[in-house]
């Protein structure tokens, strides 16, 4: 193995769960080592997190223009290579495109950015500019996911007929009811949250999953979103009827109001030669369907499974691996791209991902404001 | 208890498994005994399926209306008292409405009708006439179902704001993609099977499981339907948004084509106090999340159960009771409507739900045929 | 089919399940007619009983001895045939002998005997008469119990190298700990109850379960029977370890104090080839397991499974059918062998069953009682 | 928080999957850096593994007495704090003999020992030296056994009556049925592998969850192991009956030849106030059951869970974490221990718990050879 890539950090300071995720997904299969950050605007909460968490701090810098400037002091052999973007949203842009600009490499939390146009924007930065980036739609790594995606490939449900994914939560419910509460939550602002809160936020990860598993591309969307009450601003719940351009048809449920519900994102998909069943909260199990056949379930780690499942297994089958496993498949994914290696592209999201989830996200929202109409997605 | 209730079949011969289900349905809860039928337009295989089944002849007729005629000359201490209507769909509605007309109480397969105008036509006639009329949505029948219902009903949801009813099949798929075999299926021929394939046949089940359990009317929906060919006549997957008159929304997903499923009919509620998840394939689990406490598994049979719920279950807990007795339960309501006893209005499913559930057909295929806009569901 | 089998009930009255369970599955496969009974020692609640349920009262006897007398004067065309006999424990012995003796056939509810030699006369007084006697170990008319069957009989699982049955209950724990009520619980009391309350009344459920399913004699137990309680003469809870005469060994695992449990019986057996897990609370999902394949899950109804299972589904894959219709297949298997037709014989459990049944439970507390030592099974 | 602690590490290099666990869970909670260590015994493998994982090797060791050695001139801040031994089972002892000796605290790989007395010795030096040791009975720090732990701890089953602990395998299944295979297979063979392979590898795990789980000690056990083939030298399958000092007994069933089974660790606990169940492969989800409530299921990182429970979860409740996470609970135990912070006993297992499993396997083995006798588990 070649060096550790060397590893710079924007956001994801103090009690950042994102932060978290990132960290340990980076340091999973030994490929990165983290140089240089900005965890956080207060320098004082900056610097004491970096001790906090061992990193050395001569590197930590006070903002994120200074961390860029510094940076390209460094000789090239020392210099952050990839940069990971934690930011909150509106920040995701403008820091994607200076990195990509100054030649760095970037993996982005999602959404990738707060508009469409400026998604079209960092496309181009991104093809100008010679660079690996990532949008972090965490749930592709999961190895079963992976499976899916290899299955579909090779065959194994045959044309694709119905797809149905669900993306269901039920955090805001204890917020949305009380007026105060849900005038006082950023998520609900779109100021500070963008157009949408339930599809920006889940629903466009349930998109993702389809368009990753399938392999195919949703043509068209018509939207009915839901915001509950008259002075609340953002969508919380919604449904997306979808189309492709094949006859294939399906629907993309998502849902912030469905009380009692954790992180509940699954995806059903089915072909004239069989069916897959997957669920995010057991993501082990793959139940894969026929018509007179019996019910298969697939788990990881097994022989049976595809290279790209099984590059995302560390260990034998039955012992459960989670959301830190799935995110560090994305961050293994994007050091063999930075490293120039072989890797295949299911291994990470790119910003053609970031590009049409943030259509399909302006899309719903206009179909439902313009009264449920179908809209294409764009790219 | 009263004696056993006179109950006439009309159709149900031979291999036929609704037949079998109404039987064994009638049977167990000790209210009817089968006097007088018509199994079979074939004389010879009317009479001996009634051999083989060990029913007495002499009042096995050679057709309907016969069987009404000599009926209506005995006593009606002797005469039978309920019929139930097995035959092929398009004549549920006519034979329904002699027999509601002559004087008996009738429970009658689903669809039932074949139009919306037939429904509200049978529905002056009962209004008309003083009887008992009953719909077998069978799925109502299960004590899980029930017991939904009626928690919904004590509050325990609070304001329902979300609601998701899948009703997934696959038995089409083998059929559906080779030319000659869906040309010759009579549910793919809108002259045998009515306007609709899929939402007329499972769809409208599930639009019936939501306004049982909520108690809430859906007011209009948006339906997309797929036909999959260009000679295909006939829905066989679709997806109904729902709007309610209160700010809840959701969505009805059918299909059949949906490769490997069984008859895999789900429902998910959302209130602001708490949701519900139920499967049919696993009947006697019913989930009831909250935000803030474990997720709870009912199960029938506990004293913890609604009234309606336990009047439902025959053995004690961990005893898996099935389908028969979920249309036992529809028996055992009819029963107690014919009779004149107290009865709960869930225990059976009456010609409101059906005149609803034409509505709905109707409905569907013309905002699918209009270009995906919205319908008032009519009553 | 041939006219319907005359059917004769011993117990079974008033409010008891197990006289509902019997009479819906005499029912359901339209092979049976009750035309005779005692349902009840206290003449009035037997005749009140008979009319509620709508049974004609010219055949309902004063007691069990006057019905074997009565029968026996009327032409062999017009007696009872086959006779249930659902009486409490200590009857099942005298009343099955008798009604063998006299030419009956006998389906009797477990235990068949409350002792071991018992069972051994049983068994000779049934070689003499040339009778068809089963034991109601319900559970084995599951059609996926039945599919285990024949898949290990067609080596589906190779040899057999591991056994482990279960049946966990939780009823007595708002019992035992009570001294009162643990002295006034019929089923704690030996002289009502016999030998063995968890073992005789439920661990014997999970012998018969892995003779059934295996096709193999459990040649030697080990037991360590608990009784919670000095005060408390019976076992409520307990293991045994078990040998086969082949390498394999294994273990049944019993309780009525597993707090919280409803009727949590399940097996899991493994081979050489594979292995299959299996709960009788999810009777419809048997598990197939192996070394290297996915896990399968068969379904009741499929054309995959074996004829035995098939007989035993009446609906479509996805419709569940419970206790009910695994209690019906073993009368349908009853029916069957008393018209002389051919039948599989796992049909129905025989004397055969109940005999080795018998001796599990003398063997458990024996070899409780001496200390836990090894002793062998009899028939 | 302090400075990271200097962590070292025995064994692990390659392909060592226990060696990938233990080095995430090293990282997890940001606590440790690996600052030395002998990775493999081949001197270029073990500095080879050292720059392809990126740890910088001045301090990387040709064997185990220079680390030791060479740490002891370091001053004691930049010295080993502690030391991770994941070397073949046989040298866990003398090595963490050593290092104990030598004023490092020891994490431990499972079995602790090979022997009882072995264990014995190493209770006894730890005595000696005030040091941190840890076994890593990695099953511990899953949140949901913890939160049994605690919950049992405040009484929430009451009185324990009933437990029953399973840990079920099919991995030696390929590999038993050949004579050559089981003859070369190192876990098959005393020599390499100890007194027992089943019991010793696998079912010490079970005895272990229920010690921690219950609070209370497995007082005296009878086991029947299986070796399947008379030139197998190793137990491959076994049954433990276990007592306590209460009047509640259990059962401890553990297999390697399970067929197709992969790492069925499962326990139920009933006490006479309620029940647990909780299985390894599903570790977010832990059944909570009683005589007269709905069961309720637990899920990580809820409120409602304990502060144990709680403080070994990073994300909120619906992101599956797994075996990586649960191993980095049991490390960060280890660093509070190491730093003098306060902890709870749950945190990680103790010598105690190495000396008790060790007792454990050899009874069992003892217990079998004299022909399945009871015998007390010693500590």
Redesign the interface.
Known sequence: ?A??IKLGIIGGGGDS?IG??H??AS??N?NY?IVGAVFNPVWEENINFA????IKTDRIYVDFDTLIEEELKLPKEDRIQVCSVLTPNFLHFPMAKKLLENGFHVICEKPMTTTFSEAKILQSVLEENNAVFAVTHTYTGYPMVRQMREMIKDGA?GKI??V?A?Y????L??VI?EKEKRASTWRLNPEKAGISCCFGDIGVHAFNMIEFTTGMQIDAI?A?L?Y??EDNKMDI???A?I?FNT?A???I?S?Q????????LTI?I??????FRWE?????FLY????????????PG???NSELSLDGT????????????AMANIYLGVARAVRGEAYNSGEFPTVMDGVRGMSFIEKAVESHQK????LKIED
């Open positions: 193995m060096k550790k769960l978290v995720l960290r340990i340091f999973i030994d080592e001790k906090q968490i061992g449900l007929q119905k149905d669900q269901y939560q039920g955090w419910n204890p009811h018509l009915d839901n509950l009450y719940d919604g449904t009827l189309r006859n048809k399906g629907v449920r849902s109001v469905a009380t009692g519900e954790e992180n509940n059903a089915y072909g004239d030669k069989g069916g995010q909260e057991n993501p082990n894969v369907l026929s018509d007179d056949k019996p019910v298969q379930v697939y788990k097994h022989a049976y560390k260990l034998p089958p039955g012992h459960p691996e989670g959301i830190f496993d009264g449920n109409v179908w």
